[in-house]
Structures are given as structure tokens and as C-alpha cells.
């Protein structure tokens, strides 16, 4: 099975930006599609934005496109999410999560492992 290791958190002001990192061991991460979803306090796990193995397709929630993007590097078995134009609304702890069988969509259980979390705040 894959381990998966998120990484590049931290407290921004509104406007800024961050990278976060998604590492991957113990198998390659080329063959997995990876998503990101985020936590916030009370709230439900929701889903960010997601890509293809092949990094062809990405897809993302209405709430970050324009401002998040997603790529992967699968030399260094990492995927990346870059996220610009941050506002308080985006604090969460922030999670990679790979699926075996390719699946993109916005279901959490749609994927098979998840990393530990980071934690991103925003400040106003």
C-alpha cells in the first residue's frame, strides 16, 4: 500500500499563498489518482480538488477554482497543491488521498488512503 505525508502548511494572511506537498512511499504514486480535501472545525471533510494519474484531468470544487491547482511530479512521487488567493474560509486541516482505481470525484471514501493532515490557517 501507498503511505502518503502532507506537508507545507502554515498560517498565511488573506491574499497569500502556500504549497502544500503530498509525498508518497512505499509504492509509486503514478499509479494512483490523488484528491485533496479539508477539514474545518465542526465542519465535514469536503473535497478541494483532485487529478488523473496520467495528470491529464484535474477537477475542482467551485470554492477554489481560479485560486487552487494541482499537479504532480511522479519522478518525485509527490503531488502538489498550490493555493493562491487564500481567505480565512480556506483554514482547514488539508488532506492528500490516493485511489487505486483512478477515481477524481468529491467522495472521501472514494479514496483508499489518506495522508495525516496539515494544518493551514488564514488570517484575516
Known amino acids: 500500500q501507498v503511505q502518503l505525508v502532507e506537508s507545507g502548511g502554515g498560517l498565511v494572511q488573506a491574499g497569500g499563498s502556500l504549497r502544500l506537498s503530498c509525498a508518497a512511499s512505499?509504492?509509486?504514486?503514478?499509479?494512483?489518482?490523488v484528491g485533496w480535501f479539508r477539514q474545518a472545525p465542526g465542519k465535514e471533510r469536503e473535497f478541494v480538488i483532485s487529478?488523473?494519474?496520467?495528470?491529464?484531468?484535474?477537477y475542482s470544487a467551485d470554492s477554489v477554482k481560479g485560486r487552487f491547482t494541482i499537479n504532480r511530479d511522479n519522478a518525485k512521487n509527490s503531488v502538489y497543491l498550490q493555493m493562491d488567493s487564500l481567505k480565512p474560509e480556506d483554514t482547514a486541516v488539508y488532506y492528500c488521498?490516493?485511489?487505486?482505481?483512478?477515481?477524481?470525484?468529491?467522495?472521501?471514501?472514494?479514496?483508499?488512503?489518506w495522508g495525516q493532515g496539515t494544518q493551514v490557517t488564514v488570517s484575516s
Open positions: 512505499g509504492r509509486t504514486i503514478s499509479n494512483y489518482a
Open positions: 487529478i488523473r494519474r496520467s495528470g491529464s484531468n484535474t
Open positions: 488521498a490516493a485511489s487505486f482505481s483512478g477515481y477524481i470525484g468529491t467522495t472521501w471514501h472514494g479514496y483508499d488512503y
